[in-house]
């Protein structure tokens, strides 16, 4: 279990990082001309995010579905596809009008067959259908779960899923349910390959933690209790599934360690 956050990690609010709005992300080296940045403007990729029911898009989707779970992952066809296709509400990521990524939601509540095209994963595609799916179910007044493969536990766990129950077996593949609970105005989202950003309605924190060894190490400026509260074990779970077995916060009163268990086990 992830142990709650102690009492020494509790504090007045605090005002927000600037880092996003700072110059810090922009890429080193040489500037280009303002001719070479509008013209490099012009051919990025533009990657959308719509919902589409199934007797819109099967092809593109049951293409996506195909290539990722059973080419890839080797799953039975017959565990692939179901009933359930035909009235759930899907999602389809497209890359400059190609399709490249999908979800699914079953009764405005569970996300499932989540996938993106393996030329272009780690380009946020993946984050933005997980974003977009937990919008239409916040929305719905429900709140979002799914059936996490313990592999890409980190995935959600970099969005705030926690995880819930035993391991499970689905399609071969050993799962975890996990669940987005709490304060929806919170969340927690990548930032960028390396770094986090947590969010309220009154506090934007970039969160970058540092591996050493098995240690994950965290440095925080100032949490209210609540904000504590929410962001913690969250954290441990972030750490946890990327590998570490101790959380090291760094806060204003000193260090606090959190000894961490295997993904299969929290």
Known sequence: MIKPPLNCFTWPIRALFNRLTSGSFKASGSTPSSNSSEQNRSYRPRTTVREVSWAQ???ALQSIRTQVFIEEQGIDPADEWDPADRDAIHL???????????ARILDRQKIGRMAVLPSVRHKNIGSKLLRAAIQIIQDAGQTPTLGAQITAMGFYANHGFLPEGPVFDDA???????????????????????????????????????????????NLLRLSDDEASWLTPRLCCYAATHGADTLILEIPEGEVRFPLEVPEQM
Do not use: Y
């Open 57 to 59: 898009a099967q092809n």
């Open 172 to 218: 071969g593949i050993p799962h975890r349910t996990m669940t987005l609970t709490g304060d929806t105005s919170k969340t927690l989202m990548p930032l960028d390959a390396e770094s986090l950003r947590f969010d309220t309605p009154t506090l934007l924190v970039a969160i970058e933690p540092h591996r050493n060894e098995g240690d994950m190490r965290i």
């Open 92 to 102: 389809l990521a497209e890359r400059d009008g190609t399709a490249v990524g999908c």
